[in-house]
């Protein structure tokens, strides 16, 4: 991070994807739905949540109502899918401290807390950006903004990680570094 050419002041994470499972496809396929075929609804239903248009119940029942399963399936799904990236989370534990760190995430509200737990949340990261809560979802420029004025630092010190290149391209146009993870 400090070969880089600006000095790097934070380093702000995406959720899903990186720091929890592989992305909502994945948890969608887990729980027996083509992400391909479906990819429009998904699109849609995620948009919508995404923006805080519909609470996470909403959210749930539109899934299970287009899979024709139980919540109890679904939520078995979304725990075999999404389980928090220990080795990333431990990673940017030794992080922090040299750098500020944050999470901006597409999700609804409340959602980030439940997956990566509040004591990862308090005790590794400085601020967490929700797209809910804003009505803006990445890659929007001025949510990135958002994220460093958060953060107290300009955003060409901050370098940005997501698993979606579009989401970089957002970050990059914001004045950010990005970063697209694959793995750890």
Same mark, same amino acid.
């Given at each position: 991070?400090?070969?880089?050419? /600006?000095? !790097? ?11 929890? @499972? $592989? ?6 396929? #887990?729980? @027996? ?5 479906? $990819?429009?609804?998904?699109? &849609? !239903? ?13 959210? *749930? ?28 989370? *431990?990673? !940017?534990?030794?992080?922090? @401290?040299?750098? /500020? ?12 807390? *439940? ?12 601020? #967490?950006? #929700? ?6 979802? /990445?890659?929007?420029? $001025? ?10 630092? /300009? ?6 990680? &997501? ?6 391209? @957002? ?7 990005? !970063? ?5």
């Amino acid at each position: 991070l400090r070969s880089m050419a /600006k000095p !790097i002041q934070a380093v702000i994470f995406d959720c899903f994807g990186v720091l929890v @499972g $592989r992305g909502f496809h994945e948890t969608y396929s #887990v729980a @027996g739905g083509d992400p391909v075929k479906d $990819r429009a609804f998904i699109t &849609d !239903i995620l948009e919508q949540a995404n923006r805080g248009n519909i609470s996470q119940k909403q959210f *749930h029942d539109e899934i299970t109502n287009k899979l024709h399963i139980s919540l109890a399936q679904y939520d078995e799904a979304v725990n075999q899918a999404e389980q928090p990236n220990e080795e990333l989370l *431990h990673y !940017i534990e030794a992080l922090h @401290g040299a750098y /500020k760190t944050a999470i901006l995430s597409n999700a609804n509200i409340g959602v980030v807390e *439940h997956k990566i737990g509040v004591n990862w949340i308090d005790n590794v990261f400085d601020t #967490v950006i #929700v797209s809910a809560e804003l009505g803006m979802i /990445k890659p929007e420029v $001025r949510i990135y903004e958002i994220a460093a004025e958060k953060l107290d630092v /300009k955003p060409e010190a901050c370098v940005f990680i &997501d698993d979606h290149e579009s989401y970089c391209a @957002g970050a990059r146009q914001a004045g950010m570094q990005a !970063i697209r993870y694959r793995d750890f």
